[in-house]
């Protein structure tokens, strides 16, 4: 069998089978006769009701640091299941639009920019992403006037264990759950999103100190319309952004200039320079590539000589470049975002000359999605990431990092993002997520044999000592 995968997917000898893995090179996925790929939604249905003991997961794009997607240790008869035959626009209203949930996010955003339409939500940086695998491990933008991709959702079409299929809109009340559902409620299938008029922004960037962001990082973020922070901790530089509908005469030179991205060159910043290029050395060292040729650079390079933009949100936000690394993202109330900066700071100080990228700081309001981070609550979600050498190594200790850092954020309420690493055992989920025990008896309803759980997820989803959701 000849399958072809997408280029940020690694393939593998083990045991002489040939097995995919995620993008990070961290996890396998399956064996490539594992992976089936459906010419149609009739041949899903079939297989789910004719075969019903079988496990499946949905391969989505593969960019989970952990193996939420893996079949690999399920046994042989396991399914991988790639719906790329099954993607495209389905539908369009004046305030909507439906699209197969295979689609990838690129595709989405070149129709909606053609439409001179956006969805009333700021995008991941990650465009590369299908739109099912984006709503189901709560991928999210940047400001506080919106929450995540999955909250631009009017409805769902879902297939489910037992092939039957549902249509999940915003009245059903368990919308929360299925519009985030991790993949293990069921199988995607379509996805109705809100959009609104086209909107051409600014992005105005500059750099500031700690003390600054200390203080006025919320206020930024209730402010303006989209704010993303990047910290260098180890200098206390921030390079900040901060995303605003642009003047009318920008939006007429953006015009002029065939709609491609307008750097306005009125002011450069090279405030981050010298602090860029010392981040670049330390890269080069940790990750085994002096010569700076790993695409990662990319993602420092670009905070030299600094200059304010004018674009669509897509243009501007969707600047995200899939290398190898381990990345961990951390929710905290809003309220203790403050605090939670002082931690970071405290630990930087106390660990000097350990981190190779900045921390993100990307402020969200409240979700609807029940496994969100953002449940009901205003966040600052918190990233912090180490990037892999082309041998798929990292340096020493950065496992330990990836936990100590989340350590530090539990006590804060600190929530972790389920589409990157996290640390499980640290967290307290029914405690931090409401509607937990919910959504585990309606997994249990809809999948009683849990076919769409793998290890992973059972360990997840586990049911503490002593509890009983029968």
């Known amino acids: 069998m000849t399958v072809q995968f997408q ?7 083990i045991d002489n089978r040939e097995v995919l893995f995620n993008w990070s090179r961290t996890n396998p996925l399956g064996a490539l006769d594992q992976v089936w790929r459906p010419k149609n939604r009739d041949e899903l249905q079939r297989l789910l009701r004719e075969q019903p003991g079988r496990k499946i997961r949905l391969i989505g794009s593969g960019l989970s640091f952990e193996p939420i997607h893996s079949v690999y240790a399920e046994g042989n008869q396991a399914l991988l299941v790639d719906l790329c035959q099954m993607t495209g626009q389905l539908g369009v209203t004046e305030e909507s639009v439906t699209y197969h949930a295979a689609t990838p996010l ?12 956006m969805l009333p939500a700021s995008p991941g940086v990650i465009g590369i992403q299908t739109l099912g695998g984006a709503l189901s491990t709560g991928t999210h933008g940047q400001g506080l006037h919106q929450a995540a991709l999955c909250d631009a959702v009017l ?16 009245a059903h009340p368990e919308f929360g759950a299925f519009v985030m559902g991790l993949g293990l409620l069921g199988i995607l299938l379509e996805v109705t999103l809100r959009t609104v008029p086209n909107r051409i922004m600014r992005c105005t960037k500059f750099t500031t100190d700690y003390p600054f962001l200390l203080a006025h990082n919320e206020r930024l973020n209730r402010e303006h319309g989209f704010v993303k922070s990047w910290w260098f901790a180890w200098t206390g530089e921030s390079h900040v952004w901060l995303v605003d509908p642009a003047s009318e005469e920008e939006v007429a030179r953006y015009r002029a200039a065939g709609s491609e991205p307008l750097l306005l060159e009125d002011g450069t910043d090279t405030a981050m320079n010298a602090t860029i290029d010392a981040t670049l050395q330390k890269m080069g060292k940790d990750t085994k590539d002096e010569s700076q040729a790993g695409e990662h650079f990319e993602t420092v390079r670009r905070f030299k000589d600094a200059t304010d933009l004018v674009g669509n949100v897509y243009q501007i936000l969707c600047k995200g470049i899939p290398a190898p690394q381990i990345n961990c993202e951390v929710a905290v109330p809003l309220h203790r975002m403050q605090e939670a900066l002082e931690i970071l700071q405290a630990w930087q100080e106390a660990n000097p000359g350990v ?5 993100i700081l990307r402020c969200t309001g409240p979700s609807e999605a029940w496994l969100s981070g953002a449940y009901q609550q205003d966040v600052c979600w918190i990233g912090f990431l180490v990037y892999l050498a082309a041998d798929g190594t990292f340096v020493g200790g950065s496992m330990e990092q990836m936990r100590e850092l989340q350590q530090l954020l539990v006590p ?18 029914p405690a931090l997520l409401p509607r937990w025990h919910e959504f585990m008896a309606l997994k249990a309803e809809l999948d009683p044999q849990s076919r769409f759980e793998n290890r992973w997820l059972g360990q997840l989803f586990a049911p503490a000592a002593g509890e009983s959701h029968d």
């Open 355 to 359: 981190l190779h990228y900045p921390f």
């Open 7 to 13: 280029a940020f997917h690694s393939i593998k000898a």
């Open 155 to 170: 409805a769902l079409r879902i297939m489910l264990a037992d092939g039957e299929i549902r249509t999940i809109d915003r």
């Open 106 to 117: 690129d595709a989405l955003y070149a129709d909606l920019i053609a439409m001179d339409r």
């Open 412 to 429: 804060l309420g600190g929530i972790p993002h389920f589409g990157k690493h996290l640390a499980m055992d640290l967290y307290d989920f």
